[in-house]
């Protein structure tokens, strides 16, 4: 089956510093990746979608100098917190939309723990 | 736009008993419904997607749903649950585009499914 990895799955960084989360998909091609928030005991926020060789396209809200995407890749996207704070810290998941698949399918990654001191 | 109600933030039930999780959609176009799980501390795994055809859909993990489109339902359904099954449960919804469009999931809130011996 289609699998997503990202790296790390952990990160603790102190404020201000940034911090980059990779988004591969191992067996399929992505041509539209996502990018999500999870709060604890909380559903997922949609922070932005990302596609290959443009620019990424963010939700309402969401700061895009501070959450700088990248997808330069039909493989990887990436996901920057630039100048990170405590309130940064959450469960970041992307998603990857398999480009060969006729049906909207999202295969999900394992998700990445950032904690900001 | 489209929106998902899981009226149910927890659901406790005991080992072998049969279970129903709840989901309502709300949309003014056609979409495309899926049912997530999630561990602790993991990424989502799809257990099953509607897409078109059949309304009783089966997935993984022998979890099964039906749509129901008078009533915009898609309740999550299993006979006999496990231990194994606790974890959160997320049902959701994307616009169907016949023009293959990147559409995005929009989650509902999810439901803690607390299985007990």
């Known amino acids: 089956g289609a699998v997503v990895s990202q790296h790390p799955s952990r990160v603790i960084c102190k404020s201000g510093t940034s911090v980059k989360i990779e988004c591969r998909s191992l067996?399929?091609?992505?041509?539209?990746m996502f990018w999500y928030r999870q709060f604890p005991k909380k559903s997922l926020m949609l922070m932005a979608t990302?596609?290959?060789?443009?620019?990424?396209?963010?939700e309402q809200g969401v700061e895009k100098d501070k959450f700088l995407i990248n997808h330069a890749s039909l493989t990887l996207s990436t996901l920057t917190v630039t100048s990170a704070h405590p309130e940064d810290s959450s469960f970041y998941i992307c998603?990857?939309?398999?480009?060969?698949?006729?049906?909207?399918?999202?295969?999900f990654g394992p998700g990445t723990r950032l904690t900001v001191l | 736009a489209q929106s998902v109600t899981q009226l149910d933030s927890q659901v406790p039930v005991f080992e072998e008993a049969p279970v129903e999780l709840r989901c309502n959609y709300s949309?003014?176009?056609?979409?495309?419904l899926f049912w997530y799980v999630q561990y602790p501390n993991q990424g989502l795994q799809l257990l099953l997607k509607?897409?078109?055809?059949?309304?009783l859909v089966k997935g993984i993990n022998g979890f099964e749903a039906e749509f129901n489109k008078s009533q915009t339902s898609f309740h999550l359904r299993k006979p006999s649950v496990h231990i194994s099954d606790t974890a959160e449960y997320f049902c959701?919804?994307?616009?169907?585009?016949?023009?293959?469009?990147?559409?995005?999931?929009?989650f509902g809130t999810g439901t803690l499914l607390a299985v007990q011996p």
């Open positions: 949309s003014s176009v056609s979409v495309y």
């Open positions: 990302s596609n290959e060789g443009s620019k990424a396209t963010y």
């Open positions: 959701a919804v994307s616009r169907r585009d016949y023009g293959g469009a990147t559409n995005k999931l929009i």
């Open positions: 998603s990857a939309r398999d480009s060969s698949s006729l049906t909207d399918t999202q295969y």
């Open positions: 509607y897409l078109s055809g059949s309304t």
């Open positions: 067996d399929f091609q992505a041509t539209t």
